[in-house]
Every structure is written in C-alpha cells, then in structure tokens.
C-alpha cells in the first residue's frame, strides 16, 4: 500500500466530502422511487393500476437512460457542488408538485424531469467526486462508506415518511402526500447543505480533466468499459427485484400497508452498513471477487425464493431471504465503481466512463418495472406466480454476471503482466489533443 504523505488511507481520504456525498445519496431516490416503499398507498392515492403505477416509474427510467451519458460529460466539465446544488433544488420543486397527487398524465411529466434532476446532474458527479474522496488503494472504502452511509441516512429517512404514512391510519391518500411533501422539503435541505459546506477535494494524486466530445471515443475504446457496464447490468438486474418484495410481503406474507413500507426501508436503506464491509473487502481480495461472492449469494437466495414461497406462517423465512439477498446487493454496490481502479481506468476518463457504465447497466430502470406490473397483473399480486418469473430473471441475471467477472479478471491480469498501471494509463490518456 503507497503512503503518499506519510499517513494512513484512512486519514488521507475526504470525510466531510464523503459524508455530504452520502447525504445527496440517501435522499436523491426517495421521490422518484417512492413506489419502491410506498407501493400500495401510492397506487391508492394517484389512483393508478399496477401497470399504470409500473409505466410511472419506467418513464423515469427512460429519462435516466438517455441522461447517464451526458451527465457523465457534464461531470467532466462542471464542478460538482453547481450540479449538486442544481439537482436537489429541482428536486424539492418536483417533490411538492408530485405530493398533489395530479393526473396520471402530469405524473409522467414529473418523472421525465425527475430523470433529467437526477441522472444528468448528479450521477456522473456524484461518481467522481466520491472517487476523488481517496487514493487508488482505498477506492472500495471509498464507494463502500458512501454507499453505506447514504443508505443508513436513507433509511431514516425513509422510516420517517413510514410513520408519517401511519399517523393518518386508513387515509391512504393524506398519508402519501404528507410523505411526499417531507421528501421534497428534504432535497431544500440537501441542496442547502451542499451550498454551504461541499468542498471539492482531489485524494486520488490525479488531477481532474476535462474532456471534449471528440475525446468519448479514446473511453469508449476501453473493453474494461464495457465489461465493468455488463457486470453492473447483471448486478442490478438482481437489485430490482427488491421492487416488488413490499407487495410480496404485504399480499403473500400477509404483513400491514405501513409495516410493509418500514420492512422496505430496512431493507432497501439499513442494510446499508453492509456496503462498508463490501468496500473493505474488495480493498482486501479485489474487487471482482467480491462481486463474484455477492452473485453466487443472490444465486443461492434466488432458488431459495422459487423453492420456499412466502406465507403468512413462513414469514420469518422470506424475511431471512430477503435480508440475506438484499446483503449480498450491497457488498456488490460498494464496489462497482471501484472496478474502475481495479480495471486500470484513468481518473481523468471517470466522467465518460461512468457515462457509458451507467447508460447500459441502468437500462433496467426503464423496463425492469414494465415486466414487474405486467407479471403481477397477469398472474395477480396475491399469487405467487409472477414473483417466481422475476426470480427467475434475477438468477440467470447473476449468472451472466460470474461469468463476465471471470473475464475482467483475466483481462486485468493480461494488463498487470504487460507492465500496465494506472499512472501509466492515465499518462497516457490524450484529451484535447494532449495528455491528460
């Protein structure tokens, strides 16, 4: 491990940077994915079908598809406080409106900007900013803090917008809207936050370039890329499955509206501290053997779900399952973007790289919902059926992932041997026509 300045990786990395970046992204998802928590009082209060609900958060999706690239640009070529400020300040505008509860055609307009306000101005920044918070040899403590540390904030967000859901009892309607309107009264406080105390810092020892159009194709170039893109693909695929575990709690299981919404947020924010361990972890084996160990524990978990269906007398062990699942996620998440240390990818290029990752591994948010309300209407939320189908998908999903990860290893060690580093790499990257 290089020592830079004499101290520890723990003490070179960006802490306040850390702790704001894991702020803005516990509170960045909780509106446009309030389906994910919400799934059955919001569907009450707007008034929507399964589908309807689905075809919502999928036109959220699309706009966050079409964003991720150029946001990955713009984080390339605007500072990272402006785009953060600008994305929750959007946000809490957007939040208040949705808490209306209008018509099914103002509510796709909502999320077509919700996707802009969170995937072109905040993505690609919030990835390499949270890159730049540490050197190369504490990328994965890096993602893993920010990633659990948002999720732990999340949650208690989330259990906030829980309770004020069950203070107004059978007033589905009242309860959704008074959750909405503390989610986006939450984004004024982020961005407010983020105005006054974000600094942008550079622990990488690489100094931040930025890069013209002309220069996408010397990323799009790296097969790294695109491997690192298929193995968060394969990853997430898994990850939304998480979707549709509050209607399978509620309508299977046979647990409360309200509880349901509280297991959601432990289970999509509290695990969270798991990514801290993933983070350290993937410092200590690597990061693709990390990401091996979570798919083959998702494989694992999937066959249990198809072989063991919930119930209202199996409760305990579809939560045990779901919990082991959703653990298994977050040791992924924590090191996704830490591939591109491992994968030797120039510091420089994260903006464009995150761009392309993000672009294809992300597609999920545009269809994954699509499929998830057409299974359920066809076969009913209260049956089992259309939960083992999407099962199903998330096992075959992690398989794929395996084997791409075996790939980027044999990739990496081909570039080791061939006397590749990343200083190398980055030395050189031509931006511009010059050397980054």
Not at 86 to 105: I, Q, R
Not at 195 to 203: A, C, S, V
Request: net charge positive.
């Amino acid at each position: 491990m290089s020592e830079t300045s004499g101290k520890s990786v723990w003490k070179q990395m960006n802490w306040v940077g850390i702790f704001l970046l894991s702020l803005s992204g516990g509170a960045i998802y909780l509106l446009p994915l309030a389906r994910s928590t919400y799934y059955d009082p919001l569907m009450q209060g707007l008034g929507v079908t399964n589908t309807e609900l689905g075809m919502i958060t999928s036109f959220w999706g699309l706009l966050t598809l079409l964003s991720y690239f150029p946001g990955g640009w713009l984080a390339d070529r605007f500072s990272a406080r402006k785009m953060l400020v600008v994305t929750f300040a959007a946000n809490c505008l957007l939040g208040f409106w949705y808490a209306t509860l209008p018509s099914f055609p103002v509510l796709i307009s909502i999320h077509l900007l919700f996707g802009i306000f969170t995937t072109a101005t905040f993505w690609g920044a919030f990835i390499k900013a949270t890159r730049l918070c540490a050197p190369p040899e504490a990328q994965g403590k890096a993602f893993g803090f920010v990633e659990g540390i948002r999720r732990l904030l999340g949650m208690g967000l989330g259990l906030i917008g829980a309770w004020l859901l069950s203070c107004y009892g059978t007033d589905t309607t009242a309860g959704i809207k008074a959750a909405l309107n503390f989610h986006a009264a939450t984004c004024g406080v982020v961005a407010l936050a983020i105005f006054l105390f974000f600094k942008e810092g550079d622990t990488s020892g690489q100094a931040k370039t930025g890069a013209s159009l002309a220069d996408i194709g010397q990323v799009a170039r790296i097969p790294e890329v695109w491997l690192i893109a298929g193995i968060v693909l394969a990853a997430y695929m898994s990850w939304r499955t998480q979707d549709v575990m509050t209607p399978y709690s509620t309508n299977l299981c046979g647990i409360s509206a309200a509880l349901g919404a509280t297991v959601a947020t432990i289970r999509n924010y509290g695990l969270g501290f798991v990514a801290m361990g993933g983070g350290i972890m993937g410092d200590r084996i690597g990061s693709a053997n990390t990401m091996i160990a979570g798919f083959l524990v998702v494989i694992l978990s999937d066959v249990l779900f198809l072989l063991f269906p919930g119930t209202p007398a199996t409760l305990w062990v579809f939560l045990a399952l779901m919990f082991t699942f959703m653990a298994a996620i977050f040791t992924m998440r924590a090191v996704f973007y830490a591939l591109l240390t491992e994968g030797l990818l120039p510091v420089s290029a994260t903006g464009i790289a995150v761009g392309i990752v993000a672009t294809l591994a992300y597609c999920p948010d545009f269809f994954a919902p699509l499929y998830q309300g057409y299974f359920l209407d066809k076969f009913g939320k209260d049956s089992h059926v259309g939960y083992n189908y999407l099962f199903l998908i998330s096992l075959v999903s992690s398989l794929a992932g395996v084997a791409l990860c075996l790939v980027f290893k044999a990739r990496v060690r081909r570039k080791i041997a061939a006397g590749i580093t990343l200083e190398s790499a980055e030395a050189q990257l031509r931006f511009g026509g010059k050397k980054a």
